[in-house]
């Protein structure tokens, strides 16, 4: 069974960097799916941040091109989020998720829990 | 980026009713790369539908998926409790996601 942790800290200060790691289980990080970040602010719909295969591969929302960095780590089987110069329109509880490209053509099948990150001083 | 509208904003309905969402797209989502999303307070989003119309396993035949082109339809036939949550569409054709802003399905 395919199981995805988000980890990170919950509390981050304005105009500081997000970082979130996202653990992988039951599925190699190493195959033909990408990897994906998907956040949810307070009251407000599911935004997309990026993905990225484990060749280094990225592909980001344009809204956050600027600021966003995705990363993998193939010898822990994880993939990370750094997102910087966060403001309190940051504060969200941010998704892992898998892309299936291995079977199918790419929806998000399986997801982590979320994690809440406050931006707050 | 392909622009995804979401109707209606909310339904108001009854367990054992039936519900009709739609999605439209802001240009043609190919090869029909279309998902829904449901939601649950304090869950992870679950995939109900990929490829427009295919259910994702696990996923009560109650829901179906619907359309092609630029119009897509989640249908929930005779509402369960757990059924009362928000739903996205979500288009994967592009190398950019997009999301519906949501529709809220409530008792």
């Known amino acids: 069974q395919v199981h995805l942790q988000e980890s990170g800290p919950g509390l981050v200060k304005p105009s500081g960097t997000l970082s979130l790691t996202c653990a992988v289980s039951g599925d190699s990080i190493s195959g033909p799916n990408r990897w994906n970040w998907v956040r949810q602010s307070p009251g407000k719909g599911l935004e997309w941040i990026g993905e990225?295969?484990?060749?280094?591969?990225?592909s980001y929302n344009p809204s956050l091109d600027s600021r966003v960095t995705i990363s993998v780590d193939r010898s822990k089987n994880q993939f990370s989020l750094n997102l910087n110069s966060v403001t309190a329109a940051d504060t969200a509880v941010y998704y892992c998720?898998?892309?299936?490209?291995?079977?199918?053509?790419?929806?998000?099948?399986?997801w982590g829990q979320g994690t809440l990150v406050t931006v707050s001083s | 980026e392909i622009v995804l509208t979401q109707s209606p904003g909310t339904l108001s309905l009854s367990p054992g009713e039936g519900a009709t969402l739609t999605c439209r797209a802001s240009q043609t989502v190919s090869s029909s790369y279309l998902a829904w999303f449901q939601l649950r307070p304090g869950q992870a989003p679950r995939l109900l539908i990929f490829g427009a119309s295919t259910r994702a396993t696990g996923v009560p035949d109650r829901f179906s998926g619907s359309g092609s082109g630029t119009d897509f339809t989640l249908t929930i036939n005779r509402l369960e409790p757990e059924d009362f949550a928000v739903y996205y569409c979500q288009q994967y054709a592009s190398s950019l996601r997009t999301f519906g802003q949501g529709s809220r399905v409530e008792i």
């Open positions: 990225i295969f484990h060749t280094g591969i990225t």
């Open positions: 998720a898998r892309a299936n490209y291995d079977v199918w053509s790419g929806p998000l099948d399986y």
